[in-house]
Nanobody, 120 residues
Framework: QVVESGGGLAQAGGSLRLSCSIS????????LGWFRQSPGKEREGVAF????????SYADSVKGRFTVSRDNAKRTVTLQMNRLKPEDTAKYFC???????????????RGQGTQVTVSS
C-alpha cells in the first residue's frame, strides 16, 4: 500500500513537505519516486531515488528546489518542496518499482495522490 500525505495550499516562494508511507513491500528492494499531474497536462516525473539511496534524479523544472529522500526504517519517501511556483500546482503521486526504468515510466505501485496548490 502506498499512501501520500502533506499536500495543501502554499504561497509562491513557500515550502511544503510531502510524505509517502509504504507498506506490504520490502521497501529496501524498491526504487521510489514522485510524479505529478495537473488537469489537461501529461503526467510528469518529478523526483526519484534509487533503492540504495545513492542515486537521485530530478525533473529540470524542480532541480535546486525539490529534494527527495528515503527512510527505509520508517518505510517512507519524502519530497521537500521549496521556492514553490504556481506551476508546481498539481496532484502528486508516490510510486515504487524494483526496476529503475519502470519506476520512471510505468511504476508497479502508485498511490492515490495528494493535491498541492500554489497561489501567486
Amino acid at each position: 500500500q502506498v499512501v501520500e500525505s502533506g499536500g495543501g495550499l502554499a504561497q509562491a516562494g513557500g515550502s511544503l513537505r510531502l510524505s509517502c508511507s509504504i507498506s506490504g513491500l520490502t521497501i529496501a528492494d524498491y526504487n521510489l519516486g514522485w510524479f505529478r499531474q495537473s488537469p489537461g497536462k501529461e503526467r510528469e516525473g518529478v523526483a526519484f531515488v534509487h533503492w540504495s539511496g545513492g542515486q537521485t534524479s530530478y525533473a529540470d523544472s524542480v532541480k535546486g528546489r525539490f529534494t527527495v529522500s528515503r527512510d527505509n526504517a520508517k518505510r517512507t519517501v519524502t519530497l521537500q518542496m521549496n521556492r514553490l511556483k504556481p506551476e508546481d500546482t498539481a496532484k502528486y503521486f508516490c510510486a515504487a518499482d524494483r526496476t529503475w526504468a519502470k519506476l520512471l515510466t510505468r511504476p508497479t505501485y502508485r498511490g492515490q495522490g495528494t493535491q498541492v496548490t500554489v497561489s501567486s
